[in-house]
């Protein structure tokens, strides 16, 4: 799959940790690789032995200098048939990384990681820059670092993936990060274990904040929670006024259908967006690759972003303002759905950037292709969990709207996000096979390749249908 969020990893070498940030390589995600040079000590610069120098490395080659953040090259794939490694090391050259092979002082390290060759070499070549460079940092003291990525997570609220810079951060440190404050109520590590306390280059997912921070935002623990609080406000209130000024290109928007007719007439469109995503990094990627879909005859605003399910105040905002609704891994509610449709609101979801990307920009020159979109069959809570000896979890479910049908696509929704999407495996009433189950009546759903269940989930069918254009 594609890498869409930064991942934080740390593993031990020989008694010594060192910390892995995973930026994605799409050419939208570029604010999530600067944040990664920034926030890093040396950067693993990843390139493929048969693809060589792409614009993303290149990119990412020059976040890494303006940082000023030494660059170890993993030069990976090389057993592929069609890799080229001395032509990579020459495209290297080319950007100033003249390896040491060539008399420069770039370390290159060969790999072909699939198959587990070159990943000690390379950890050996992190340890020796450290010692080099002389990378320490004072673990005690109040914390202080950078927030990675953030979520609105159900049941356990807003979550923030931190990276510690100095000192130690624990259970129970009023904390303010960005606008967003409150008290550490739990942490957890790269491995899902629950932590009492995190030091230096230690990556946590830290719960207890009042609401989501920005990815980017720097994290401080706090004497008290009182001056968290008063911090956080502070800064809330600054970021509400400046969002009330909104952008100032919204004005009367067009439907996506509609632009190609406009911009025949001679006329500027502007196609009004409303944003949503499923977490912070990805919404500053999505919103920055569409900006650079702008040309003279369109023009993009965006009414509003956010993280989070599409709601009914997103609804409501996008049929004001005649905006189009877009959804990144995220979806509607139900009553948001119904909404929609009585308003006439567009809502367009998609999980993968690019899709998303080559659709708004075939709307934006005029040659839309064949829509389809996804209509929703059927919608059941999970309301209890089995656990069936070599057959996994089966959701308790009552069917809250339409039919659920065995065999039919289907996916799951957690607070509005996609978690995961496959297909229908078993479909049960009182333990006898159904082929259907209505609206009104309990059910047993065994899924694919999915058994991370909880109640309150939302299971929903669906179909695609190829939309009649007019």
């Given at each position: 799959?594609?890498?869409?969020?930064?991942?934080?990893?740390?593993?031990?070498?020989?008694?010594?940790?060192?910390?892995?940030?995973?930026?994605?390589?799409?050419?939208?995600?570029?604010?999530?690789?600067?944040?990664?040079?920034?926030?890093?000590?040396?950067?693993?610069?990843?390139?493929?032995?048969?693809?060589?120098?792409?614009?993303?490395?290149?990119?990412?080659?020059?976040?890494?200098?303006?940082?000023?953040?030494?660059?170890?090259?993993?030069?990976?794939?090389?057993?592929?048939?069609?890799?080229?490694?001395?032509?990579?090391?020459?495209?290297?050259?080319?950007?100033?990384?003249?390896?040491?092979?060539?008399?420069?002082?770039?370390?290159?390290?060969?790999?072909?990681?699939?198959?587990?060759?070159?990943?000690?070499?390379?950890?050996?070549?992190?340890?020796?820059?450290?010692?080099?460079?002389?990378?320490?940092?004072?673990?005690?003291?109040?914390?202080?670092?950078?927030?990675?990525?953030?979520?609105?997570?159900?049941?356990?609220?807003?979550?923030?993936?931190?990276?510690?810079?100095?000192?130690?951060?624990?259970?129970?440190?009023?904390?303010?990060?960005?606008?967003?404050?409150?008290?550490?109520?739990?942490?957890?590590?790269?491995?899902?274990?629950?932590?009492?306390?995190?030091?230096?280059?230690?990556?946590?997912?830290?719960?207890?904040?009042?609401?989501?921070?920005?990815?980017?935002?720097?994290?401080?623990?706090?004497?008290?929670?009182?001056?968290?609080?008063?911090?956080?406000?502070?800064?809330?209130?600054?970021?509400?006024?400046?969002?009330?000024?909104?952008?100032?290109?919204?004005?009367?928007?067009?439907?996506?259908?509609d632009i190609f007719s406009q911009i025949q007439a001679?006329?500027?469109?502007?196609?009004?967006?409303?944003?949503?995503?499923?977490?912070?990094?990805?919404?500053?990627?999505?919103?920055?690759?569409?900006?650079?879909?702008?040309?003279?005859?369109?023009?993009?605003?965006f009414v509003h972003r956010g993280v989070g399910g599409?709601?009914?105040?997103?609804?409501?905002?996008?049929?004001?303002?005649?905006?189009?609704?877009?959804?990144?891994?995220?979806?509607?509610?139900?009553?948001?759905?119904?909404?929609?449709?009585?308003?006439?609101?567009?809502?367009?979801?998609?999980?993968?950037?690019?899709?998303?990307?080559?659709?708004?920009?075939?709307?934006?020159?005029?040659?839309?292709?064949?829509?389809?979109e996804e209509v929703v069959t059927g919608e059941a809570?999970?309301?209890?969990?089995?656990?069936?000896?070599?057959?996994?979890?089966?959701?308790?479910?009552?069917?809250?709207?339409?039919?659920?049908?065995?065999?039919?696509?289907?996916?799951?929704?957690?607070?509005?996000?996609?978690?995961?999407?496959?297909?229908?495996?078993?479909?049960?009433?009182?333990?006898?096979?159904?082929?259907?189950?209505?609206?009104?009546?309990?059910?047993?759903?065994?899924?694919?390749?999915?058994?991370?269940?909880?109640?309150?989930?939302?299971?929903?069918?669906?179909?695609?249908?190829?939309?009649?254009?007019?």
């Amino acid at each position: 799959g594609i890498t869409q969020h930064i991942g934080a990893y740390q593993v031990d070498v020989r008694g010594r940790k060192i910390t892995f940030l995973d930026t994605p390589g799409h050419a939208a995600f570029t604010k999530m690789r600067a944040r990664g040079a920034q926030v890093t000590d040396i950067v693993i610069l990843m390139v493929a032995a048969d693809d060589g120098v792409m614009p993303q490395t290149i990119e990412a080659i020059n976040h890494a200098k303006a940082a000023e953040v030494p660059i170890v090259v993993a030069l990976n794939k090389i057993d592929k048939e069609n890799a080229d490694p001395q032509r990579v090391l020459s495209q290297l050259a080319e950007h100033e990384l003249v390896p040491e092979s060539w008399g420069g002082d770039t370390i290159v390290v060969e790999m072909a990681a699939q198959q587990g060759l070159g990943i000690d070499e390379i950890l050996d070549q992190l340890l020796l820059v450290a010692e080099l460079e002389e990378l320490t940092a004072n673990p005690t003291g109040r914390a202080k670092g950078v927030v990675l990525e953030a979520n609105l997570d159900v049941g356990r609220g807003p979550v923030a993936t931190v990276l510690v810079d100095k000192g130690e951060l624990k259970v129970g440190d009023p904390i303010v990060a960005g606008a967003a404050w409150g008290r550490v109520r739990a942490m957890i590590n790269d491995k899902g274990e629950q932590v009492k306390s995190a030091g230096p280059s230690t990556p946590v997912q830290v719960l207890g904040l009042q609401s989501v921070p920005n990815a980017g935002d720097e994290f401080r623990s706090a004497s008290d929670e009182k001056t968290a609080r008063t911090v956080g406000e502070a800064r809330e209130q600054r970021q509400r006024l400046k969002a009330q000024r909104g952008d100032a290109r919204v004005q009367k928007g067009v439907k996506l259908e509609d632009i190609f007719s406009q911009i025949q007439a001679g006329e500027v469109a502007t196609l009004n967006l409303v944003l949503k995503a499923d977490v912070q990094g990805s919404l500053e990627a999505v919103t920055e690759a569409l900006r650079r879909l702008e040309r003279d005859e369109v023009k993009l605003a965006f009414v509003h972003r956010g993280v989070g399910g599409i709601t009914e105040n997103d609804i409501s905002l996008a049929a004001t303002t005649n905006a189009t609704l877009i959804g990144f891994n995220v979806r509607p509610d139900r009553k948001a759905r119904d909404m929609a449709d009585t308003e006439g609101v567009e809502i367009r979801t998609y999980e993968i950037i690019y899709k998303l990307l080559e659709d708004i920009e075939r709307a934006m020159v005029g040659m839309l292709a064949p829509e389809f979109e996804e209509v929703v069959t059927g919608e059941a809570e999970v309301r209890e969990i089995f656990r069936v000896p070599r057959i996994g979890a089966i959701a308790g479910c009552y069917v809250r709207s339409g039919t659920i049908t065995r065999g039919s696509k289907v996916r799951f929704l957690r607070d509005g996000a996609i978690i995961w999407k496959g297909a229908i495996q078993s479909l049960k009433r009182f333990k006898e096979d159904a082929r259907e189950v209505r609206e009104g009546f309990e059910c047993g759903i065994g899924l694919t390749d999915f058994q991370d269940l909880r109640q309150g989930d939302l299971i929903e069918t669906f179909e695609e249908r190829e939309i009649a254009r007019v």
